[in-house]
Each structure stands twice: as structure tokens, then as C-alpha cells.
């Protein structure tokens, strides 16, 4: 065992302390940085310049038409109280546009001025104002009691009510769940793939693996191998899992972020359970299988920089199980996702589309696990059996010529 502790060790800490490890860990949050960056920096520039300034020929007039566009919502810079501040601040950019505002011969008038077209919402936001600031203007040249005021100042009631939009927002959910889940998966599985065939292929026809050999049986060697690398994994998810809750942690302090949270919180709890859940071990057991094939396709190289072309077979899976959910990800009913998901190496991609959509028992699901399981534990163990004879048979004659010369060596 404390053999097998060594070459995991090894393994590991070589895995971990590379530059493409760093930067696989890095990139993800650098982005994530970038996004919202750019986001604060462009929303704050906005939040700066798109409010309005309110222009009026008298300090009374012009404090009742800020409260009417308040009471409106609208967004108002209350720094430039008269004409030539606001030209002179639209033309710096400081502000979207200023409103002129005005009453004549009973009439109020207000005059928008800016280098844009107001969108829909804002121009009704100003008329309501407009409409607010006449009728009390009417009212009072009316002279009405405050019952006929009350009387004409009823408003209609307006309820909406929307129905099944639950079913809607799980539609959402689910796809966004899948989506991450199986992209996720796809990178992780190319990067470990490539890594695993590249960590075995580097030591491949050397006379330390004799040696090596010689001290410590293969079986326990290439055991240490696949764990060390399992281990980088877990490793990497566990990185993102603590970097992800750090994130959901501090979102609520970070105003731009809280208010994308609170609209989004059910939809993001919706795709966390999902994501935390069976789905996970199916990620993790679908890289430790193909890790396994990796090692085999490493193995059955005599030159390092072939190990790519090795991994071809490992690939080819990849592709058809992650292109065949990618497209039958609103089918989970389909007969074809039914099948896939029982079968290894297939199973991590399907299985969690019914998963996702509830279309599985409980023993299906434990079924299609414990098949992964034992397809894994099979292949991981025959391949310790033959692994001392591909790693020292160096002879360069393709790939299947070389699987049937190393099981022949003992």
C-alpha cells in the first residue's frame, strides 16, 4: 500500500503543479471575473448617463414636475436646473436628454430634448407625468369640491393573472441544468482523456518502468496512476464547488448581482439541485472510465507525442454520446436515450436527461450505476493484468497490433 501511496502522490502533485492545470482551474473564474466587470463597468457608465434633467422657468414648477416623475419612476439627474446646464451636460454626455417643462393657457407642455429617440417605456413613464401634473391643473381651474375631485380621480382596477407558469420556468430549468451539466462534462472528459494517454505514453519503453516493474507489481503501479489522476479531478470539482459557493455567497452583497439574484433565485436553486445531485457521481464515474480507456490507448503507443492520435477511439465515444444527448435532450421518452443510458461509457451522457426529467425509477437509475460501476471495475482490472506488457512492448505497429503483442508479455 505504501507503494501505491507513492506513485498516487507522484501523480497527483505533478498533475496539480503543471501550467495547464492552473490554468484550467483559473479560466473559469477569470471569466466569470470578466463578465462582471464588464457588466458593473457598463452598467455603472449607464446608471451615470442615461437619466434625465428637468428644465423649468420657475423653482416651484420644477419641483412639481421632479415629484411627478418621480412618483413615474423615472430616472432624474437633479444636478442641472436650467437650459444651458443641460445642453452643455448632454453634450458632455452626462446626461440621456432634458425635459423642458412648461404651462400654457392651462395646458401643460413637456418638450423632450437629447441625442436619442426615448424608448416606449420612458416616453409613457413622461406622458403619465404630463397627464398627473394636467389633472391637477384642471382640477384646481375647476374649482371642484373634494368629493367631485375623488369621484373623478377613481382609477379602474386591472388584475393579471397568470396561469401554469410553473411549467414553464421547469422547462427553463431543466434545460439549464442539462446544458451545463453535459458541456461540463465534455470538457472535463477531453481534458482528463488527452492528460491520462499523455501521463502514460510519457513513460512508456523506458528502463525505469523495468526498474519500477521490478520493485512493485503493475497492477498496483497502474492503480496508483488512475487514482492520483481521479484524484485531480475530484480536485478541480471541489476547487469549482468551493469558488461557485464563494460566489453565491457574496452575490447578495454586490447590488448589480442581488437584483439578478432575487429575480433568478428560483431558477438558479432549480438548476443547483439538479446539478448537486446523481448527476454528479454520474460525471465522476463517466471521467474514471474513460480515464481507464485513456490509460489503454496511452499504453499502446511507443512515442509520447502519438498519445493523441491513441486517444482517437476514446474520442470518437466522447463525441457520439455527447453530439446523440445533445440532441435528445427533449426526448428523454426516446427509445434510443433509454437504451444509451444503460450502456457504459454512453450512460454518463443519457442517463441524466431522464434524471433530469423524472422519466427514471429509482431502480433504473441504481441499475444503470451499478452497471457504470462494474463496466469500470472490469475494464480498470484487466487492463492492471495487461498493463506491464503495453507499457514494455516498444515496437512501433499500430495500435492494435501493439494490444495483442502486450498481452502476450508477461
Given at each position: 500500500?505504501?507503494?501505491?501511496?507513492?506513485?498516487?502522490?507522484?501523480?497527483?502533485?505533478?498533475?496539480?503543479?503543471?501550467?495547464?492545470?492552473?490554468?484550467?482551474?483559473?479560466?473559469?473564474?477569470?471569466?466569470?471575473?470578466?463578465?462582471?466587470?464588464?457588466?458593473?463597468?457598463?452598467?455603472?457608465?449607464?446608471t451615470?448617463?442615461?437619466?434625465?434633467?428637468v428644465?423649468?422657468s420657475?423653482?416651484?414648477?420644477?419641483?412639481?414636475?421632479?415629484?411627478?416623475?418621480k412618483?413615474?419612476?423615472?430616472k432624474?439627474?437633479?444636478?442641472?436646473?436650467?437650459?444651458?446646464?443641460?445642453?452643455q451636460?448632454?453634450?458632455?454626455?452626462?446626461?440621456?436628454?432634458?425635459?423642458?417643462?412648461?404651462t400654457?393657457?392651462?395646458?401643460?407642455?413637456?418638450?423632450?430634448?437629447?441625442?436619442?429617440?426615448?424608448?416606449?417605456?420612458?416616453?409613457?413613464?413622461?406622458?403619465?407625468?404630463?397627464v398627473q401634473?394636467?389633472q391637477?391643473?384642471?382640477?384646481?381651474?375647476?374649482?371642484?369640491?373634494?368629493?367631485?375631485a375623488?369621484?373623478?380621480?377613481?382609477?379602474?382596477?386591472?388584475?393579471?393573472?397568470?396561469?401554469?407558469?410553473?411549467?414553464?420556468?421547469?422547462?427553463?430549468?431543466?434545460?439549464?441544468?442539462?446544458?451545463?451539466l453535459?458541456?461540463?462534462?465534455?470538457?472535463?472528459l477531453l481534458?482528463?482523456?488527452?492528460?491520462?494517454?499523455?501521463?502514460?505514453a510519457?513513460?512508456?519503453g523506458?528502463?525505469?518502468?523495468?526498474v519500477?516493474?521490478?520493485?512493485?507489481?503493475?497492477?498496483?503501479?497502474?492503480?496508483?496512476?488512475?487514482?492520483?489522476?481521479?484524484?485531480?479531478?475530484?480536485?478541480?470539482?471541489?476547487i469549482?464547488?468551493?469558488?461557485?459557493?464563494?460566489?453565491?455567497?457574496?452575490?447578495?452583497?454586490?447590488?448589480?448581482?442581488a437584483?439578478?439574484l432575487?429575480?433568478?433565485?428560483?431558477?438558479?436553486?432549480?438548476?443547483?439541485?439538479?446539478?448537486?445531485?446523481?448527476?454528479?457521481?454520474?460525471?465522476?464515474?463517466?471521467?474514471?472510465?474513460?480515464?481507464?480507456?485513456?490509460?489503454?490507448?496511452?499504453?499502446l503507443?511507443t512515442?509520447?507525442?502519438?498519445?493523441?492520435?491513441?486517444?482517437?477511439?476514446?474520442?470518437?465515444?466522447?463525441?457520439?454520446?455527447?453530439?446523440?444527448?445533445?440532441?435528445?435532450?427533449?426526448?428523454?421518452?426516446?427509445?434510443?436515450?433509454?437504451?444509451?443510458?444503460?450502456?457504459?461509457?454512453?450512460?454518463?451522457?443519457?442517463?441524466?436527461?431522464?434524471?433530469?426529467?423524472?422519466?427514471?425509477?429509482a431502480?433504473?437509475?441504481?441499475?444503470?450505476?451499478?452497471?457504470?460501476?462494474?463496466?469500470?471495475?472490469?475494464?480498470?482490472?484487466?487492463?492492471?493484468?495487461?498493463?506491464?506488457?503495453?507499457?514494455?512492448?516498444?515496437?512501433?505497429?499500430?495500435?492494435?497490433?501493439?494490444?495483442?503483442?502486450?498481452?502476450?508479455?508477461?
Open positions: 500500500m505504501r507503494k501505491i501511496g507513492v506513485v498516487i502522490k507522484q501523480t497527483y502533485l505533478r498533475q496539480v503543479k503543471s501550467w495547464s492545470f492552473v490554468a484550467l482551474i483559473l479560466t473559469p473564474f477569470i471569466f466569470l471575473l470578466l463578465m462582471f466587470g464588464i457588466s458593473y463597468l457598463s452598467v455603472g457608465n449607464a451615470e448617463n442615461d437619466a434625465l434633467a428644465v423649468a420657475s423653482a416651484t414648477q420644477r419641483q412639481a414636475t421632479v415629484k411627478a416623475l412618483t413615474q419612476q423615472v432624474l439627474n437633479r444636478r442641472y436646473t436650467t437650459r444651458p446646464q443641460a445642453k451636460a448632454l453634450k458632455n454626455d452626462k446626461i440621456s436628454g432634458y425635459v423642458v417643462a412648461q400654457k393657457a392651462q395646458q401643460v407642455q413637456f418638450q423632450y430634448y437629447g441625442t436619442t429617440a426615448l424608448s416606449k417605456r420612458i416616453k409613457n413613464q413622461l406622458l403619465a407625468a404630463a401634473k394636467q391637477a391643473l384642471n382640477f384646481s381651474a375647476a374649482a371642484l369640491t373634494p368629493k367631485q375623488a369621484a373623478l380621480s377613481r382609477a379602474p382596477s386591472f388584475k393579471q393573472h397568470v396561469i401554469n407558469t410553473s411549467v414553464d420556468k421547469n422547462k427553463t430549468i431543466k434545460l439549464i441544468s442539462f446544458m451545463l453535459l458541456f461540463m462534462m465534455y470538457f472535463i481534458t482528463y482523456t488527452a492528460t491520462t494517454a499523455q501521463e502514460i510519457s513513460e512508456k523506458t528502463k525505469i518502468m523495468e519500477i516493474f521490478s520493485s512493485t507489481k503493475a497492477e498496483n503501479y497502474f492503480y496508483g496512476k488512475i487514482t492520483g489522476i481521479l484524484l485531480v479531478m475530484l480536485t478541480q470539482l471541489l469549482y464547488g468551493v469558488g461557485g459557493i464563494a460566489i453565491y455567497a457574496l452575490t447578495p452583497r454586490i447590488k448589480l448581482l437584483d439578478f432575487k429575480q433568478h433565485q428560483t431558477l438558479i436553486d432549480g438548476v443547483l439541485h439538479h446539478l448537486l445531485s446523481f448527476n454528479l457521481v454520474y460525471v465522476v464515474l463517466g471521467v474514471l472510465i474513460y480515464t481507464v480507456l485513456a490509460a489503454l490507448c496511452g499504453a503507443v512515442r509520447p507525442e502519438d498519445a493523441t492520435k491513441a486517444t482517437q477511439p476514446a474520442m470518437y465515444l466522447i463525441m457520439i454520446g455527447f453530439l446523440g444527448a445533445l440532441a435528445l435532450n427533449q426526448a428523454p421518452n426516446n427509445f434510443f436515450v433509454k437504451l444509451f443510458s444503460y450502456i457504459p461509457f454512453l450512460s454518463s451522457f443519457f442517463m441524466p436527461i431522464r434524471l433530469i426529467n423524472q422519466t427514471v425509477s431502480w433504473g437509475n441504481f441499475a444503470s450505476m451499478g452497471i457504470l460501476v462494474l463496466a469500470t471495475c472490469g475494464l480498470t482490472f484487466y487492463i492492471s493484468h495487461i498493463y506491464s506488457g503495453l507499457v514494455l512492448q516498444t515496437d512501433e505497429m499500430g495500435l492494435l497490433k501493439s494490444f495483442r503483442r502486450g498481452i502476450t508479455i508477461k
